[in-house]
T-cell receptor
Framework: SAVISQKPSRDICQRGTSLTIQCQVDSQVTMMFWYRQQPGQSLTLIATANQGSEATYESGFVIDKFPISRPNLTFSTLTVSNMSPEDSSIYLC????????????FGPGTRLTVT | AQSVTQLDSQVPVFEEAPVELRCNYSSSVSVYLFWYVQYPNQGLQLLLKYLSGSTLVKGINGFEAEFNKSQTSFHLRKPSVHISDTAEYFCAVSYVSGSARQLTFGSGTQLTVLP
């Protein structure tokens, strides 16, 4: 398993601003993922972040809106840019522990409210 | 597109009663299967997984699940639930998509254990 922390745990932001969410893992991992969980919904994958390469975005998500950094094997950031109330969600990062299986461990999430 | 179906959005059950949460998936290829639990205001915790081997897998907190390839199901069971099992449960399936594995989540089942 892995211990994953996220900062901030929650935030309330005004529309038009940006928020950067940090994800820290206690061990080196190749694959990191960012998900969005809208209120009362399941998880939707935003992008896959591999160290040393550009993030791979899922359909419906673009780099300009959700830029991602992955500077090393234990850390990643997700920025939610030019926020609107529709961006109010829980944002979760996860890591793949067993290579090739997609067995993922999740951080505690960042609860974002946009007013 | 691959899909995961959790047939029950809400399951109320009395304390110490047995429970089964249903999960079906669509796939003609090999898959890895997971159940996650999400307690209120927390991230996702891995309950159990099927990667290979025995089709009956045991997880944490007394839960178990059985992989049935012919019925493409991976139902979660517990013989006697506790109040503390009240949470949202997500079934997830890892498919091979091109050269990568994609983790797809079901819509979730809210388990409520009543005293």
């Amino acid at each position: 398993s892995a211990v994953i922390s996220q900062k901030p745990s929650r935030d309330i932001c005004q529309r038009g601003t940006s928020l950067t969410i940090q994800c820290q893992v206690d061990s080196q991992v190749t694959m990191m993922f960012w998900y969005r969980q809208q209120p009362g919904q399941s998880l939707t994958l935003i992008a896959t972040a591999n160290q040393g390469s550009e993030a791979t975005y899922e359909s419906g998500f673009v780099i300009d809106k959700f830029p991602i950094s992955r500077p090393n094997l234990t850390f990643s950031t997700l920025t939610v840019s030019n926020m609107s109330p529709e961006d109010s969600s829980i944002y979760l990062c996860s890591v793949e522990i067993l290579a090739g299986t997609n067995e993922q461990y999740f951080g505690p999430g960042t609860r974002l409210t946009v007013t | 597109a691959q899909s995961v179906t959790q047939l029950d959005s809400q399951v109320p059950v009395f304390e110490e009663a047995p429970v089964e949460l249903r999960c079906n998936y669509s796939s003609s290829v090999s898959v890895y299967l997971f159940w996650y639990v999400q307690y209120p205001n927390q991230g996702l915790q891995l309950l159990l997984k099927y990667l290979s081997g025995s089709t009956l897998v045991k997880g944490i907190n007394g839960f178990e699940a059985e992989f049935n390839k012919s019925q493409t199901s991976f139902h979660l069971r517990k013989p006697s639930v506790h109040i503390s099992d009240t949470a949202e449960y997500f079934c997830a399936v890892s498919y091979v998509s091109g050269s990568a594995r994609q983790l797809t989540f079901g819509s979730g089942t809210q388990l409520t254990v009543l005293p």
